[in-house]
Structure formats: C-alpha cells, structure tokens
C-alpha cells in the first residue's frame, strides 16, 4: 500500500523556522517526483515547491523563494521542506504528493499532476 507521512508541523512565531519531513512507505520514493503544497482556511491548495526525481530540479513558489529549500534523501525514503523566515501567512495544512515518472527532470506544482497525497500536517505562523 502506497503511503505518505507528513510529519514536523506546528506552532512557530514570526521569524521562526520549521522542518516538514513526507515519508513515504509502500514504494521506493526515488522514481517519483514529489511536491509540497498548502492550504490555508478558506483558500484553495497551492503549490509550494517540488523536486524531480533525480533532485537536480528544484521549483518553489515565488511567496516562499528564499525561504523555504526542498530536498529529498532517496536512501531514507523522505522528503523535507525546511521552512525559515516564516510568516502569517505561511500558515495552512501542509500536504505532500507523488506521482512516478520516467523523466527525471519532471517538477510541477500543479495538484492535478499528483497521484499520492499524505493526510497534511498543520503548520501555525502566530505571536
């Protein structure tokens, strides 16, 4: 069975900085390329950043270039968001996503292109 993890979130105050880990079990996380994305009350799912499968291709969105990084360990199975410098309205439901391809350049941001989500992990930007 095919299965995410999102684990990491919580409540952080402004300027503070967060490290989001997706697990991934039931396959081997390395012919997939993930993507993080949020979604904040009230508004639609985003997309945050993604990395291809081979990492050499990293996207992120432009509200959060310069502060979040993505990075993936193939041997461990994972994939993290390391949030800093966050902000109010950083805050949402963070969820991470798979889909298998063949190119290893592959990385969008688009919640269509994913086939596996995980059930979120919460994250609170508040003084």
């Known amino acids: 069975q095919l299965q995410l993890v999102e684990s990491g979130g919580g409540m952080v105050q402004p300027g503070g900085s967060l490290r989001l880990s997706c697990a991934a079990s039931?396959?081997?996380?390395?012919?997939?390329?993930i993507g993080w994305f949020r979604q904040a009350p009230g508004k639609e799912r985003e997309g945050v950043s993604c990395i291809s499968s081979s990492g050499g291709i990293r996207n992120y969105a432009d509200s959060v270039k310069g502060r979040f990084t993505i990075s993936r360990d193939n041997a461990k199975n994972t994939v993290y968001l390391q949030m800093n410098s966050l902000k109010p309205e950083d805050t949402a439901i963070y969820y991470c996503a798979a889909v298998y391809t063949t190119v290893q350049s592959m990385c969008v941001m688009r919640n269509r292109a994913y086939d596996y989500w995980g059930q979120g992990t919460q994250v609170t930007v508040s003084s």
């Open positions: 039931g396959f081997t996380l390395s012919y997939y390329t």
